[in-house]
């Protein structure tokens, strides 16, 4: 399959580690592209709910693709996010051309992009934050039984559905945080005089000119989805932003056997996986 050339891509929510995450769609979809800057926009190694127990082969295979942009030259930020905020206190940490940050202000053809994950807008995450990781827990139970769910109406030749999609569609109080979300980081972009303003986070992808709630002025708003449901990035090529959504239809099942970068010896996950369980020990 010949790559697909694009300027920027924005990554987030993928939530390596747990059950939910579609490692291996997200795998397709890195070896498909040649980007000139990958953006990985906050939860993209699950920290929160890492456990030894639990880190697939495909889930290593992600790391190693984009460890594979970063010694081919390709710029790669790395923005924190909540369930990866242990990485925070090494920010603006630097190898070649892997940057770790918290947030980035980027120059793109003469527009300023803020961009972070966006955590910091969450009113859970600062004032009760074993409330969002009890959060956290149930919503990789709900994915599990969803992907369980969908795999029996696929068998029996019916649509797949969304459980957490639904719920967040009938309950106005999900609606309503959405909107706040979304309200306070154009209202802030633009005090700040930024053209574009890029999250995650919500796990809700958008793209979307929004106005300041209270004084003039306007930004684009982004927000890149995520890999455990939407299935979702940013593209930004020919002066343009885009979303890209994974469709299975759309990607040779075979054409991605024949891989060097996976095919390596993968004994190596098991550092992987120590470090990880050092941050987690740490962060409890």
């Known amino acids: 399959m010949a790559k697909r050339e694009v300027d920027i891509v924005v990554i987030s929510d993928v939530h390596l580690g747990t059950y939910g995450c579609h490692a291996k769609e997200l795998l397709k979809y890195l070896k498909s592209i040649k980007p000139k800057i990958l953006i990985l926009n906050g939860d993209i190694i699950d920290i929160w709910q890492f456990s030894k127990s639990y880190w697939p082969e495909t889930h290593m295979k992600v790391v190693r693709r984009i460890l594979k942009f970063v010694t081919d030259g390709v710029p790669v930020y790395y923005l924190t996010g909540n369930h990866d905020e242990m990485l925070r206190k090494f920010a603006d940490f630097n190898m070649g ?101 890029i999250c995650g986070h919500i796990h809700h992808a958008e793209i979307r000119e929004m106005q300041a709630t209270d004084n003039p002025g306007s930004v684009l708003y982004l927000n890149s989805g995520d890999w455990v449901e939407s299935l979702t990035a940013l593209e930004y090529q020919n002066g343009n932003w885009t979303i890209f959504k994974y469709e299975p239809a759309n990607f040779d099942t075979d054409a991605d056997e024949d891989d060097k970068t996976d095919a390596e010896d993968l004994d190596a996950k098991l550092d992987v996986s120590s470090l990880l369980a050092r941050f987690k020990q740490e962060q409890d």
């Open 97 to 197: 051309s892997f940057q770790l940050l918290n947030k980035i202000v980027l120059n793109v053809d003469g527009k300023k992009a803020w961009i972070f994950h966006g955590d910091v807008f969450d009113v859970t995450m600062q004032h009760s934050k074993w409330l969002a990781k009890l959060g956290a827990v149930g919503y990789d139970t709900l994915i599990l039984i969803n992907s369980f769910t969908n795999w029996l109406l696929t068998a029996m030749g019916r649509q797949k559905m969304s459980f957490s999609q639904k719920i967040k569609a009938r309950f106005k109080e999900a609606v309503k945080f959405i909107n706040q979300f979304e309200q306070t980081a154009a209202d802030l972009a633009i005090e700040k005089g930024y053209q574009y303003v």
